[in-house]
């Protein structure tokens, strides 16, 4: 199951990323933008490091509110997550969580 969440977590991340700096461009020239919603679910999916580094590269969106609020609160809790899993305190939970949906069914 790590693999398949480190798989996950890279195309959500390169997703946003893409998604963002095509957003950039599609700003600049004033065609059809992609939503802030899309973006901001993309970051809330695993893709706020993405989001967040795009912003800063090439400066999109980094003052639009409530854009940025959200988007910093979807990296500090993707930040906190991978600290509670690099100490080993999310896996329980996780299965846990697992075991009771699966016996809910």
Known sequence: ?????????IAANL???????????????GSRRISESTLLLWAFLGGAFGTAAAARLVRHKT??????????????????????WGVGLLQPWIASTLAYLGSAT
């Open 1 to 9: 199951m790590t693999n398949y969440l480190v798989y996950w977590l």
């Open 15 to 29: 997703l946003a990323f893409a998604l963002m700096v095509i957003d950039k461009r599609r700003a600049e020239a």
């Open 63 to 84: 003052r639009k509110q409530p854009f940025a609020s959200w988007m910093l609160i979807w990296l500090w809790l993707d930040i906190l997550l991978f600290m509670l």
